[in-house]
């Protein structure tokens, strides 16, 4: 016969069961809440809550103050959003990424910070981050670039005369050395917006540069306020060269002294503010040129590899017996377009050829022939006629110049083309679970 004490507490253990069980299945019920609908898919709870610690430990390593947790939710909310859009327009399209990639970027990631991939693994892991998650983010990030890539990059051109446009200008403003170090708020607007919705946006941008002329922080207002992808690294576009801000904010820039605010500058998007936060200049470049010769072998069904170096030995006997190089090389390279020159390569510097022959012939003393080496093209024997430091600055700004515009181009491209697939996706936010 059980006691009536013992009854007592069976009943008071069930009870506490359920109320705990409830408990839990009242948590994991607003976990799986969906906070937003994004075109056939949704955004959880748990999801959101997940990336919103990601966001809140940055934002804390950059020793910036954390906005109001409403403000923050729906800033992040908006990235995951736009993110979702990406992936889901990615997935149409076709683009994946391999394991064999995601690893090889992790270890070429890990490499860069002098780590293998174990030590680099540990390292995230002892602040917090599990290296699963981010793979995960590595993934996303890969997929979203190959779509931008495809839909952004192939449109993009940079002609020489744009180049030599940019370098004119910058001659006549005599800053083509400087430097800038930009914060960026965007407050959008919507294509087809009304004017009383554009007018609105213009007054909330006024009010924003008030405040931060006044002092209000820089980094805690984009995180806030901002619509830009920068947001939430609080508006931070890094270091810029002139070519590299976008021409809408061009004549702005100029005016700007370190620390000043811009007015708020219209384009399609909405409204942008700029701070110009550190200014510096760049120096001469100079490379090392080498001045280089070569007699190439190439390999086929009748001369493998033993049978061209073989050749090539025999050729560098007969060079350290006084024959000459250029003769030789006419008469025996496989390279046609250098044999013509009597082998010469003339002036190179670095980059302008494959890695093996480069590092070989970077060894080399000035005259010395080098032995064997086998590249992609075959097998050659090298001789190194000059070394001299050049003053390469002129075609190393207009590379730079190239480069820069053609980043500016895709990233005016992308906000537009980022604005108009948010517009024209259908999203519904729960307001109410934010």
């Known amino acids: 016969m059980i006691k009536v004490q013992n009854i007592k507490q069976i009943i008071i253990a069930i ?96 490499r860069r910070n002098n780590m293998d991939v174990d030590a680099f693994r540990a390292e995230l892991e002892g602040q917090g981050i599990s290296y699963q998650s981010f793979l995960d983010n590595m993934r996303n990030e890969i997929i979203i670039n190959q779509l931008r890539g495809r839909e952004i990059g192939g449109r993009i051109k940079v002609t020489d005369r744009e180049v030599e446009h940019y370098l004119e200008t910058q001659d006549k403003i005599g800053e083509e050395s400087t430097q800038y170090h930009l914060g960026h708020i965007l407050i959008a607007v919507k294509e087809g917006a009304t004017s009383t919705e554009i007018q609105k946006a213009m007054s909330k941008a006024d009010d924003l540069v008030k405040k931060l002329r006044e002092g209000q922080d820089f980094t805690q207002a984009a995180i806030s306020f901002s619509d830009d992808a920068n947001a939430l690294k609080g508006g931070d576009l890094g270091w810029r060269t002139m070519s ?150 002129s075609e190393f700004k207009k590379n730079l110049i190239r480069e820069a515009i053609r980043k500016r181009k895709i990233e005016e491209e992308t906000e537009l083309w980022v604005r108009r697939l948010r517009d024209e996706a259908f999203v519904e936010i729960h307001q109410d679970r934010l």
């Open 244 to 393: 590299e801000v976008p021409t809408l904010f061009v004549n702005d820039i100029h005016k700007l002294k370190q620390g000043e605010i811009s007015d708020p500058i219209r384009s399609p998007s909405g409204f942008h503010i700029i701070k110009m936060v550190e200014l510096k200049g760049t120096e001469n470049h100079t490379i090392l040129k080498t001045k280089v010769r070569h007699i190439l072998i190439k390999t086929n069904e009748l001369v493998d590899d033993v049978e061209a170096k073989k050749r090539l030995l025999a050729l560098k006997s007969r060079l350290a017996d006084g024959d000459d190089f250029s003769a030789l090389a006419r008469a025996h390279s496989d390279d046609k377009g250098s044999a013509l020159k009597g082998g010469s390569l003339d002036w190179v510097g670095p980059g302008d050829l494959v890695k093996p022959f480069e590092e070989a012939m970077l060894k080399l003393q000035i005259n010395e022939v080098s032995e064997p080496v086998q590249t992609q093209f075959g097998w050659h024997v090298i001789q190194v006629l000059g070394r001299e430091n050049k003053d390469d600055s």
């Open 15 to 110: 009870l506490l069961s359920d109320l705990l069980l409830g408990s839990f299945l009242v948590h994991a019920e607003v976990l799986d809440t969906i906070v937003a609908v994004v075109e056939d898919d949704v955004i959880l709870e748990r999801e959101l809550q997940k990336e919103v610690l990601v966001i809140e430990q940055r934002i804390q390593q950059g020793k910036a103050e954390i906005p109001p947790a409403y403000v923050l939710r729906k800033q992040v909310l908006e990235k995951m959003i736009i993110d979702k859009l990406q992936r889901q327009l990615a997935e149409k399209a076709g683009i994946t990424v391999s394991e064999e990639m995601l690893n090889s970027s992790a270890a070429d990631i890990a």
